[in-house]
């Protein structure tokens, strides 16, 4: 099993396919923790990395994987104690913006008994997937959450979530009745998670979900100003729900 925590400097890129073809690309990185053995960072550092469970779920758990469990537990799935594997942004000198925070979920004996797809929009929202992955990391689900202005909620997502090793490689697509609208793909490498290459890594990538946020918002302005119609936003998903999962 995967050795945490960890860090993946990164590119994510998002390619449209309609309602006009568009591609973004951005460098950024992520973490790969345990939510049950969170880094320990010297106190100067503490302001470059915290998790904090407000982030998270409902946002009212004493800690992460305390949401975790009431949010499985709700669906009648139990951990039974067994570990789970992180991937995220984490707070940078109090700010946090997560499009897609990953849980695999293990039972006590090591097996993947599910995954967890957590989506954040920049109006506030926040929703969870429930996932049941098939040997190749890859899951289908409808799509339930309000994410970019453009793309009504309507059609499902194919997921390849593999869990991260040396190399992290995620792709999520967005299949429409007309076809495929939207690719999105995370690639990176795994680095140390030490207090230098931490440092190297904030130097290189300065208050990296900050960035994020920008640059999808002004990504939406250009999108806006090509003439792309605006969808109404129907009330935010503020506390995680889910869809019936559809194995691939």
């Given at each position: 099993?995967?050795?945490v925590p960890a860090l993946y ?22 973490w790969f923790v345990d939510p049950d053995r969170l880094p ?209």
């Amino acid at each position: 099993m995967s050795t945490v925590p960890a860090l993946y400097p990164c590119t994510i890129t998002h390619v449209r396919a309609s309602p006009r073809r568009y591609a973004l690309r951005h460098r950024t990185y992520l973490w790969f923790v345990d939510p049950d053995r969170l880094p320990r960072l010297p106190r100067p550092l503490r302001p470059l990395a915290r998790f904090d469970p407000r982030d998270h779920f409902t946002g009212d758990k004493p800690s992460i994987r305390a949401g975790l469990d009431a949010y499985l537990a709700e669906r009648g799935i139990r951990l039974d104690g067994g570990r789970v594997l992180m991937l995220t942004h984490a707070r940078v000198l109090g700010y946090v913006f997560n499009p897609l925070t990953v849980y695999w979920c293990h039972g006590p004996g090591g097996d993947l008994r599910c995954v967890v797809a957590e989506v954040h929009n920049t109006y506030g929202g926040r929703h969870c997937y429930l996932l049941r992955p098939d040997p190749a990391g890859t899951a289908r689900t409808d799509k339930r959450f309000y994410v970019s202005p453009f793309f009504p909620v309507d059609g499902h997502y194919k997921m390849r979530l593999p869990p991260p090793e040396q190399r992290l490689d995620l792709t999520v697509h967005l299949d429409r009745a007309e076809g495929r609208a939207l690719t999105a793909t995370v690639r990176g490498t795994r680095r140390a998670a030490g207090p230098l290459p931490l440092l190297r890594t904030v130097l290189r990538h300065p208050w990296a979900p900050l960035v994020a946020a920008a640059a999808i918002r002004v990504h939406g302005i250009r999108l806006f100003l090509r003439g792309l119609p605006v969808q109404p936003r129907p009330h935010d998903h503020r506390t995680p729900t889910t869809t019936a999962p559809r194995r691939t």
